[in-house]
C-alpha cells in the first residue's frame, strides 16, 4: 500500500471522523485515498486558519483527538495559529501539512517552505519525515505525544514523494491512552491539614475544570468559600450555584474585584489556571496577598511563575480533587448549607438599544442549553459581564489568545463534535471580513448554527482601546458601513437585519434557530459606552512611561 494509505487506516482506527482543512498538490494524494474511505469527513474550508479552529474546538467538545492539514508552504502558515492555541488550551491536534519532493529541497521548488522549526515553538512534537517507511511510525508516535502527559499539538510534514511510495503492510496499533497523572498522596494530606486550619479562602477556578466542576463545586460547598472564575471558565458552573460570586480578570465582575482586592480570605486555591494576564487582570498581587495559596494542575510548569505558591499539586485536577475531598472527610469536614455569595449586579432595565441590552435580550430567546462560541471584539466584554450561565459547559471564550475569527470556526467544530446541542457564534463585522466566509462552509455541511454578526464598522475594541490610552482614534479604524446580511442574502444564507431594540423578537430568534442549516442574524448597532474591560488598559498605558 501507498505510505500515505497506512496513515489513513491508523487515523481511522483512532476515531478520527473528520478531518479539518483544504486540498491541493502537495497533499492531493491523502486527499485522494479518502475516496476509499467514507468512515472519515474531510471538511474542506475556505481557509487554512478557520480549519485550525475547527479542529481545537473539535478535540476540546469531543474530547479526543483531532486532525488539520495544509498545503506546503502558505497551508501550513495559515494553519500556525491554530497550533499556537491548541498549545495554550491544551488541546490533542495532529496537525498535517505537505512539504515538496525531498529531492527538490533547497530547489526553490513550488510552495517550499521548512515548517518543522515554524511549529516547534507551538507544538510538542514536530518533523518532517523523510523516507516513506518512518511515515506510519511518526505519525504514531505523534499521536502518542499529543494524548499522553499534558496534551496538546503535533505537528507532521509529508513531502509528497514519501506520501506516494509503496511500503510493507503494517499491523494497526491500537489507539494510544493517556495514563493519568496521580496526585502524590501526601502533598494532598498537607493541603488538607492546611485547608482545616483557615477560616476563610476563595475558589479560582480556571477552564483547566472543564472535566472536574463537580468535585469543585463539592469541595467548595464543603469548605463553604465563594468560587471566582477566570473569563475562560465562563460558563462551566451555573450562576445559580449560591457560592458563585462571578469572573475576575479581564471584564470581570466589581463584586469580585473587592473580593481580592479587599477581602480578608486567608487562602486561595488556585485550580486548573495558569494565572496568566487576562485571568488574573494583569497579574493583580492583590491576589494571593497575604494568602496561603494552593495551585492544582497537571502541568507543572504553571507553578510559581508570577506568584508564589505556598503548595503546587500535580497531577490530574478530577483526582486531586476527588483525593483532596477524602481526606477533608476524614479530618471531619463535610458539607455545609452554602453561605450566600454577593453576586453581581442583576441589569435592571432593557430599554436603550446597546450591546449589553441587545446580548442579554437575545439569550433570553434562545434555547438554554446553547452553546455560545465567543469571537474577539468589544462584544466580548459584554458577554463576559452580563451574559448568564445557565447550563454548564455553554461558552467557548478564546480570550486568552485572542485571534479574531477564531470563533466562527469553534462554532463549526463544536456543532461536529456535539451534534445535538444548539450552537450560537456572537462575532463581530471585524471577525466575519477575515473568517465569515466559513458560513458557506456550515451550509456545505448542513450545520444549524446561528451566527449572530455585531456590526458597528469598526474595529471596536481597538477603537475604544485606542481612545482610551491615547485619546484619539485613528480615522482607519472605522470603515463605511455595510450591510452582512445582504451578503447572507448573496449566499442564500437565511437572515435578518437588526437596528432597533423592538427587532430582536422572540418571533425572528425563533425563526432562524428552527431553521435547518446556518442562519445569520446582523446586530447593526454603533455602541459608544466604553466596554467592561477592566484594568486592561491602565495595564497597556503602564508602559512607556
Not at 77 to 104: C, S, Y
Not at 199 to 221: N, P
Not at 418 to 430: A, F, L, N, S
Not at 444 to 450: G, M, S, V
Amino acid at each position: 500500500m501507498k505510505a500515505v494509505r497506512s496513515v489513513l487506516e491508523y487515523l481511522k482506527a483512532n476515531g478520527v471522523k473528520y478531518i479539518f482543512g483544504i486540498p491541493a498538490g502537495s497533499v492531493n494524494a491523502f486527499f485522494d485515498e479518502l475516496y476509499d474511505m467514507p468512515e472519515i469527513t474531510p471538511v474542506i474550508t475556505k481557509h487554512e486558519g478557520a480549519a485550525s479552529y475547527m479542529a481545537c474546538a473539535y478535540a476540546k467538545y469531543s474530547n479526543q483527538l483531532s486532525v488539520s492539514i495544509g498545503c506546503s508552504g502558505p497551508g501550513g502558515t495559515n494553519l500556525v495559529t491554530g497550533a499556537a492555541n491548541a498549545m495554550r488550551e491544551h488541546l490533542p491536534v495532529l496537525f498535517i501539512t505537505g512539504a515538496v519532493p525531498v529531492n527538490t529541497v533547497g530547489l526553490n521548488a513550488s510552495q517550499e517552505l521548512d515548517a518543522e522549526p515554524i511549529y516547534r515553538s507551538v507544538t510538542k512534537y514536530s518533523v518532517t519525515v523523510t523516507k516513506a517507511e518512518d511515515l506510519f511510525s511518526e505519525f504514531v508516535k505523534a499521536t502518542e505525544i499529543a494524548v499522553s502527559g499534558v496534551p496538546g499539538p503535533v505537528h507532521i510534514a509529508m513531502p509528497i514523494n514519501v506520501q506516494l511510495e509503496d511500503v510493507a503492510p503494517v499491523d494497526i496499533p491500537a489507539p494510544p491512552k493517556r495514563t493519568p497523572i496521580v496526585p502524590n498522596a501526601d502533598t494532598i494530606a498537607q493541603v488538607a491539614k492546611a485547608l482545616v486550619e483557615k477560616e476563610s479562602g476563595y475558589v479560582f477556578v480556571g477552564q483547566g475544570v472543564r472535566h472536574a466542576t463537580e468535585q469543585v463545586i463539592e469541595l467548595a460547598e464543603m469548605l463553604n468559600w465563594p468560587i471566582i472564575t477566570t473569563p475562560q471558565a465562563k460558563g462551566l458552573i451555573k450562576d445559580e450555584h449560591p457560592l458563585l460570586a462571578g469572573i475576575f480578570g479581564f471584564a470581570g465582575h466589581e463584586n469580585v474585584s473587592k473580593y481580592i482586592n479587599e477581602g480578608d480570605a486567608e487562602a486561595l486555591l488556585v485550580i486548573g489556571s495558569s494565572l496568566g494576564e487576562t485571568a488574573t487582570n494583569n497579574w493583580n498581587p492583590n491576589l494571593t496577598k497575604d494568602r496561603f495559596t494552593v495551585q492544582f494542575d497537571f502541568d507543572e510548569s504553571v507553578f510559581n511563575r508570577k506568584y508564589n505558591i505556598d503548595i503546587p499539586v500535580l497531577g490530574d485536577i478530577h483526582l486531586s480533587l476527588l483525593f483532596l475531598i477524602e481526606e477533608l472527610k476524614n479530618l471531619g469536614v463535610t458539607k455545609k448549607q452554602p453561605t450566600l455569595v454577593e453576586k453581581p449586579q442583576p441589569i435592571s432595565e432593557v430599554v436603550d438599544y446597546n450591546t449589553k441590552n441587545v446580548l442579554v435580550t437575545l439569550q433570553k430567546q434562545l434555547p438554554t442549553n446553547t452553546r455560545y462560541t465567543i469571537d474577539i471584539g468589544e462584544f466580548m466584554a459584554y458577554v463576559i459581564h452580563h451574559m448568564n450561565v445557565v447550563d454548564e459547559d455553554s461558552f467557548e471564550i478564546n480570550v486568552h489568545f485572542g485571534a479574531m475569527g477564531s470563533g466562527i470556526g469553534s462554532a463549526i467544530g463544536s456543532k461536529l463534535a456535539d451534534p445535538k446541542r444548539p450552537v450560537v457564534c456572537i462575532t463581530g463585522d471585524g471577525c466575519f471580513f477575515m473568517h465569515g466566509m466559513e458560513i458557506l462552509t456550515a451550509k456545505e455541511y448542513n450545520l444549524p448554527i446561528l451566527f449572530v454578526v455585531m456590526n458597528n464598522a469598526r474595529l471596536g475594541m481597538v477603537y475604544h482601546g485606542h481612545s482610551l490610552q491615547y485619546k484619539r482614534a485613528h480615522a482607519s479604524f472605522e470603515q463605511k458601513p455595510m450591510s452582512i446580511a445582504a451578503m447572507a442574502e448573496a449566499m442564500d444564507i437565511p437572515s435578518f437585519r437588526v437596528e432597533k431594540m423592538e427587532d430582536v423578537s422572540a418571533e425572528m430568534v425563533d425563526h432562524l434557530v428552527h431553521l435547518k442549516g446556518p442562519t445569520l442574524l446582523e446586530i447593526a448597532l454603533v455602541d459608544n459606552n466604553v466596554p467592561p474591560m477592566g484594568d486592561r488598559v491602565k495595564f497597556l498605558s503602564s508602559f512607556g512611561k
